[in-house]
């Protein structure tokens, strides 16, 4: 039995997932959560085989809550479910310790097979975000000069193509101007 945790601030989608994962006779989902911080409780009180995690939720989330889970709990399989399809988003969340990355626009059976390769201990990409891995690890001029930035820098960098404003980012971010 694959033991599954749901972490997506929209209940909606926790509901979603819960219910196609239900007519999965080897997969059960132990819990869920709408944010990090209660992602963080929860992995205290259970243990499941994978966390399915959603980039984008209130305080605690993505990059962030990944290396605090794998810093807690090294051992925990983590697939991010995500609307984001930026592949520089799957890049850092395999570096900070995912071990799979799919957009909320995958088929059900495309997660599924996602977690049992996970929990098998494999990772779990697409090509194109294998490919954006390798290219990340080269060193010449051909890499993208944002893929160089820290996840904080890219955050801000996100921010203002975005055209927001220095304190608008930092009230986002919940730090000083």
Do not use: C
């Amino acid at each position: 039995m694959i033991r599954v945790f749901i972490a997506d601030d929209h209940e909606f989608i926790r509901a979603g997932l819960t219910s196609i994962l239900a007519a999965i006779p080897d997969i059960e989902v132990i819990g869920e959560a709408a944010n990090g911080h209660d992602v963080l409780q929860a992995l205290r009180e259970k243990t499941p085989d994978a966390l399915v995690l959603d980039m984008s939720m209130p305080g605690l989330s993505g990059l962030e809550l990944i290396k605090r889970i794998k810093s807690e709990w090294p051992k925990q399989k983590i697939l991010v479910l995500t609307m984001h399809t930026n592949k520089q988003y799957a890049v850092r969340a395999i570096r900070a310790g995912a071990a799979g990355f799919l957009s909320k626009a995958i088929a059900s059976e495309e997660m599924v097979a996602a977690l049992r390769k996970i929990v098998a201990g494999r990772v779990y990409i697409s090509a194109e975000i294998a490919e954006e891995l390798a290219l990340s690890q080269q060193t010449d001029s051909a890499v993208a000069r944002h893929s160089l930035l820290s996840d904080r820098e890219y955050q801000v960098f996100k921010f203002l193509v975005g055209s927001k404003s220095v304190g608008d980012i930092a009230e986002a971010l919940n730090i000083s101007v």
